[in-house]
Every structure is written in structure tokens, then in C-alpha cells.
């Protein structure tokens, strides 16, 4: 084996080292993005039982038994003590309730439909939104009601299990990073102790020759015959060669070593690599399901929030124009009710994909909820804005939806606003929103500005 080669397999690792340490500090951060992740989970099921609870509230004073039932629910829940029995228990007794109270139906119908809109669907395959609002539609019984909160309380719990799985394995990961980290330390030691070694070695066999050679010049300086003196010389030239073939034999030993636990520090190092290789893929997936609508395949809410952010940043420090738009299909639940949710779900993607071909790079465009969706237009003044929504609109208007040769009607409303001087991110949603509830009040398929 190379002597350079033995020198230069440290540096390799400690490059090893390094870069594993910046995949190390991406992984804690993903860490900690699931962990703050699962807390908007918890929050959203703190906000399900909050909705049961103002469902549940809206049937008081029918009877006592029920009254009761309700007042026994927790006001803030414990993810791993869901209260399934108490809700059971209301379930039954409102099975037993007769009421013919319409405006109660329909609250419980509105706080359930919004629900079903904010449930997070990450890491739940099976969670079916479109099925839930359709039947949420048909449901006109409170047993039917109730089933629909059991779903929905299903749903979210499979959600937060799937998020910590992914969370677990996560860490799971990082400890079996952490433990090659601390091989790849041992091994550094051991090369530190190999070359300690060496270098004593070297040392040793140097002062052995030193001395053999000032004896054997001692021994010609005292000599009295040339038989002596040949027998004494040719003594210390063994004893030299005895040296000289330990030191040998010794290094080959060493060496035959080092190169063993190199191999395994090398195949330890390639397993570490490939592991990091997938793991970064895996990284990379989960960062786009994260921040990607997986009906349309634009941007989601989450990713609109952050852009948002980073966008008013920026506005904030160069006062560059910046307008926020947002946009909504008219008469979406017409589409749902006469044509069906598969359709409903076609126009959606289509309609996503039109305003996004069209959208410029640098802008963002994402679905924020539901049939609404939202366009951050960078550098853009008020009547720049109107010109390009106005495009889109224009767009979506001629563009030609049809099912089963029968036409779709779909047309857009937007409500747009800028940046001015003193406004926070929610001040411009407000305006926008308003822009829009103006369009629909005034015949819809418009673009206002507020």
C-alpha cells in the first residue's frame, strides 16, 4: 500500500464529515418544520372540537340528559385522549331529539363544510374531501351529522399518526447518522495512534543503528587483531540487519491493519453517502408535498404564506409596487351540484393550469382553499395589476369546459389590492376579499380593485 495514500484517506473522511454534517443540519431543520407541522395539526383538531362543541351547543335546551352530556365535553382536547365516548353518548341522545329547527340544521351544515375545507390531508391517502362535502350535502338527519363528526375526527387522527410516523422515522435516521459519525471519530483516533506508533518505531530503529555503528567504531579503535575486528563488526552488522528486519516486519503488520480498517471505514462511508443521497431525494419530496396543492399541483396555503411573507419583507425594504390578488370560480357549488365533484375537481385542475402557464415566473400564483385561489404580482401598480387579471379573466372566460358534451360554465371573479404605506399582509387580504364580494354581489365575472 501507498504511503501518500495512508496519509491522504484522513482528509477524504474529514471531508466525509463535513459534508455530512451540512446534510445533518438540513435534516434537523426538516426536523423541526415536522414538529412545527404537527402542531398546526394539534391546533386544527383543537379547532375540530371547538366546531363539534358550537355543533353540539346548537341542540341545548331540547332535554336535560343532553344538556348534561354536552356540559361533560373538555374544552381544550388531548390528542391521545380523544373524548369518543362522551361524543357517542351525544350521538345517541341526539338520535332520541326530535327537532324541526331548520336554521339549526343549517348552522351545523356551514360549521361542518368549513371543516372539511381546513382539514389538513397530508400523509392520509385515504382522506377524500370531495366525498365528505358531497355527502355532508345529503345529510339532513343529526344521525347523519353525527357520523360525519366521527369521520371527520377519524380523519384528523390518521393525519397527526401518519406526521408523527414520519417525524419518528426522521429521527430514527439522524441516530444512525450520528452513531457512523462517531465510527468515523474512532477511526480518526486510531489513525492519530497508527501514526504515534510509526513514528516511535522510526525512532527506535534509528537509535539502534546509531548505536551499533558507535560501537563498532569503538571496536575498530580498540582493536588489537584484524580477526577481532571482523568478528566484532560482522556481530553489529546482524545486529543492524535483526533491527532492520523487525522495524520490517513490524510495518507490514501495521500496515496490513491500517488498510483493513480502512476498507471498512470506506465501505461505511459509501453505505453513509447512498443513505444521504436518499434521504435528500426523500427530503426533497416531502419539502413539495408540504407546500403543494395535490388536487392542482400549484402551491398551496402554506406555500402562499410564506411567499406572502418574503414578498412584504421585501416590499418593506424597497418599496417596490406589489399587488395581491385573489380569485374565485363563480358558482363552484352549481358546478358541484349539476355536473358532480369528479368535474367540480377537473375544472379546478384546469383552471389551475390555465392561470398558471400564464402567470410570470417571477410572480406566484398557488389555490389557497377551496374553489379560491391567489396572485402575488411583483413590481406591479394598480393599473399594471388590472391589465394582467384582467388577461386571465378574459382567459378563463373563453376557454371552453365541457363534460359529456355538455358545456361548463365557468367564469372568474377577482378582487385585487397594493401595498401601501403602513399595511401588514392581512390589511391587503382584507381589501382584496371585499374587491371580490363586490364582484359577486354585482353580477360575478369581474375584476374590482378595493
Not at 374544552?75 to 338520535?95: G, H, M, Q, V
Not at 391567489?374 to 387579471?389: D, K, N, P
Not at 391587503?428 to 374590482?448: F, I, M, P, S
Request: glycine residues 4%.
Amino acid at each position: 500500500m501507498q504511503l501518500w495514500a495512508l496519509h491522504s484517506f484522513p482528509t477524504r473522511i474529514r471531508y466525509y464529515l463535513h459534508v455530512t454534517d451540512k446534510y445533518k443540519q438540513k435534516y434537523t431543520q426538516l426536523l423541526n418544520e415536522l414538529d412545527d407541522q404537527e402542531k398546526q395539526h394539534e391546533k386544527r383538531l383543537q379547532l375540530l372540537h371547538t366546531q363539534i362543541i358550537r355543533i353540539c351547543s346548537s341542540f341545548k335546551g331540547q332535554q336535560d340528559e343532553l344538556d348534561q352530556a354536552i356540559s361533560l365535553l373538555p374544552k381544550y382536547i388531548d390528542p391521545e385522549n380523544l373524548p369518543t365516548d362522551k361524543l357517542r353518548l351525544i350521538s345517541e341522545l341526539l338520535l332520541n331529539t326530535p327537532t324541526d329547527s331548520g336554521s339549526a340544521t343549517e348552522e351545523v351544515r356551514a360549521n361542518l363544510a368549513y371543516l372539511i375545507e381546513n382539514l389538513p390531508a397530508e400523509g392520509n391517502a385515504k382522506f377524500d374531501r370531495a366525498a365528505l362535502m358531497g355527502a355532508l350535502e345529503q345529510a339532513t338527519e343529526p344521525d347523519q351529522f353525527i357520523d360525519m363528526i366521527d369521520q371527520l375526527e377519524a380523519q384528523l387522527a390518521a393525519t397527526l399518526k401518519a406526521q408523527g410516523k414520519e417525524i419518528t422515522d426522521l429521527s430514527a435516521f439522524l441516530g444512525e447518522i450520528a452513531t457512523r459519525l462517531d465510527n468515523f471519530k474512532v477511526h480518526l483516533s486510531e489513525d492519530d495512534t497508527n501514526r504515534a506508533e510509526q513514528s516511535e518505531s522510526q525512532t527506535m530503529l534509528t537509535n539502534r543503528v546509531t548505536q551499533h555503528v558507535f560501537e563498532m567504531r569503538k571496536t575498530v579503535t580498540d582493536s588489537s587483531d584484524l580477526t577481532s575486528l571482523k568478528s566484532a563488526v560482522q556481530f553489529r552488522l546482524d545486529e543492524i540487519d535483526n533491527s532492520v528486519e523487525t522495524f520490517k516486519k513490524t510495518e507490514t503488520k501495521r500496515a496490513e491493519r491500517a488498510e483493513k480498517a480502512n476498507v471498512a471505514l470506506r465501505q461505511r462511508a459509501d453505505k453513509l453517502e447512498t443513505a444521504a443521497k436518499q434521504l435528500q431525494k426523500s427530503l426533497t419530496e416531502t419539502r413539495k408535498q408540504a407546500i403543494e396543492d395535490p388536487l392542482t399541483g400549484v402551491p398551496n396555503r402554506r406555500a402562499y404564506d410564506e411567499r406572502l411573507a418574503l414578498e412584504f419583507t421585501r416590499w418593506k425594504r424597497t418599496s417596490e409596487p406589489l399587488t395581491l390578488a385573489i380569485m374565485d370560480i363563480d358558482k363552484f357549488k352549481f358546478i358541484n351540484d349539476e355536473f358532480g365533484h369528479p368535474v367540480g375537481d377537473k375544472v379546478l385542475k384546469s383552471v389551475a393550469g390555465f392561470i398558471k402557464s400564464k402567470v410570470r415566473e417571477a410572480d406566484f400564483f398557488g389555490r389557497i382553499g377551496g374553489e379560491e385561489f391567489a396572485v402575488i404580482l411583483i413590481g406591479s401598480t394598480l393599473e399594471q395589476a388590472q391589465q394582467r387579471l384582467e388577461t386571465l379573466r378574459e382567459g378563463i372566460d373563453a376557454y371552453r369546459f365541457g363534460y359529456q358534451g355538455k358545456p361548463v360554465p365557468v367564469t372568474m371573479s377577482i378582487g385585487y389590492s397594493t401595498f401601501k404605506d403602513g399595511d401588514a399582509p392581512e390589511n391587503v387580504y382584507e381589501r382584496a376579499d371585499k374587491a371580490l364580494l363586490l364582484c359577486k354581489q354585482t353580477g360575478r365575472n369581474k375584476c374590482l380593485a378595493q
